[in-house]
């Protein structure tokens, strides 16, 4: 079982820089693929960036690829994403997740793919 709270989302303005971190209990965190995902009024939930176990493969939704970066910090049991040169269409509730499939290589990008997921963090951006 792992449990995952969010933080670091806020009202910005277009072009400013938010990074929101999400901290997981439990040892099984380093060994899990963590994904973060958004959802916006009306939309479904959608992929934004994913990261392997240990950090060497990433994955990016086209849309925020060159402006987010995901990383983690396993010793702390914490998984970043910072976002650059945030947009109005960035605007969502953020939400981290972990895949509970242990050491596996490849990432992936289905939310049904996550088992475990956080409350969720607010990021708005301002025209």
């Known amino acids: 079982q792992v449990q995952l709270v969010e933080s670091g989302g806020g009202l910005v303005q277009a072009g400013d820089s938010l990074r929101l971190s999400c901290a997981a209990s439990?040892?099984?965190?380093?060994?899990?693929?963590m994904g973060w995902f958004r959802q916006a009024p009306g939309k479904e939930r959608e992929f934004v960036a994913a990261?392997?176990?240990?950090?060497?493969?990433?994955a990016y939704a086209d849309s925020v690829k060159g402006r987010f970066t995901i990383s983690r910090d396993n010793a702390k049991h914490t998984l970043y994403l910072q976002m650059n040169a945030l947009q109005p269409d960035d605007a969502a509730v953020y939400y981290c997740?972990?895949?509970?499939?242990?050491?596996?290589?490849?990432?992936?990008?289905?939310?049904?793919?996550?088992?475990?997921w956080g409350q969720g963090t607010q990021v708005t951006v301002s025209s």
């Open positions: 990261i392997g176990y240990s950090g060497g493969v990433t």
């Open positions: 997740a972990a895949d509970s499939t242990p050491f596996i290589v490849e990432v992936t990008t289905s939310v049904s793919d996550y088992d475990y």
């Open positions: 439990g040892r099984t965190f380093t060994i899990y693929a």
